[in-house]
């Protein structure tokens, strides 16, 4: 059997039969080390490095597979103020292909919002009319629900790879420009980068940064924040975020940070990572 970290480890025990962790939604940080929803333990998981491989993430998909094709339903509370069933398919769709692509259900959720965003860009700049009229015209707007806005988590990873060229840096320009950053991921200008380096605010910068470095055509959008990572190298050549950094999502991935050297290296294979794929242009 595979042998795991301690908190990969931790995670996985959670995980009932069906492949689920409690409730389906909430990506805030865990209330406790023995309670999860599934997109909190997906998002971890993803950060310790598991992949479809495992045995729990493809026991995962499994079950949100059943799930967006209507075979089972989340248990979660269906929140009036959305379209839920759009809603519940955005988020299954979205943690289903961060992990693969190889799901057709997944993939036809992600083709119906690329042609939301592509609309919204129709003129060459962003038109909340047109954003709202191509998805009257993709989902229908039903009275008294909200229409679920582009600048979340879920459409911005859920998009990945199927834009064009021109659409994927209008959005991308949208986003850094944003003045409420990502939701759920990280809520202020992305065009700013953080003041502080050694801080959980800066972590939550770098996860917004790192999907919009999905999208291949935007990446010398980003040449400002390759300036930053280099400007915050330490004298070894490597990045240390400090201690405070810590909050079981991001970090740690190692056991144990009780050396500094651990601590370094997490953070330096997290932001190599980004920088490679920022200088992959």
């Known amino acids: 059997m595979k042998e795991y970290g301690k908190w990969a480890k931790q995670i996985i025990d959670l995980q ?6 409690g409730i389906f939604h909430s990506m805030s940080q865990p209330t ?10 997906l998002r971890r998981l993803e950060y310790l490095g598991l992949t479809e491989d495992d045995e729990c993430i493809q ?4 079950y949100m597979s059943e799930c967006i094709k209507g075979i089972k339903k ?6 009036k103020k959305h379209d839920w069933d759009n809603f519940t398919k955005m988020m299954l769709a979205t943690w289903i292909r961060r992990f693969t692509s190889n799901n057709d259900a997944a993939t ?26 191509t998805y009257d015209e993709v989902f229908g707007i039903f009275s008294g629900k909200c229409v679920i806005g582009m600048e979340i988590f879920y459409p911005v990873s859920l998009v990945q ?4 060229e021109n659409t994927e840096k209008l959005f991308v320009y949208h986003l850094l420009n944003e003045s409420n950053g990502i939701y759920y991921i990280y809520d202020k200008d992305l065009s700013q980068v953080p003041a502080n380096f050694e801080s959980k605010e800066a972590s939550r910068y770098l996860a917004a940064i790192e999907m919009l470095a999905k999208f291949k055509s935007a990446r010398s959008q980003l040449d400002f924040v390759v300036d930053w990572l280099n400007e915050n190298k330490n004298e070894n050549g490597k990045w240390d975020m400090g201690k405070n950094v810590s909050d079981k ?6 056991d144990s940070w009780r050396s500094v050297e651990a601590r370094e290296n997490d953070c330096t294979q997290r932001i190599t990572r980004l920088m490679n794929e920022l200088l992959d242009k």
């Open 59 to 62: 026991n995962a998909l499994d």
């Open 16 to 21: 009932d039969d069906e492949g689920k962790w």
């Open 74 to 79: 989340i248990p979660d509370y269906e929140e």
């Open 161 to 164: 790879g199927c834009l064009d």
């Open 32 to 41: 406790s080390s023995k309670q999860y929803t599934t997109e909190q333990a």
């Open 108 to 133: 036809e959720v992600a083709n119906k919002w690329a042609k939301v965003i592509t609309g919204a860009f129709k003129s060459g700049k962003y038109s909340n009319a047109d954003y709202e009229k």
């Open 249 to 254: 999502l991001y970090f740690p991935i190692a």
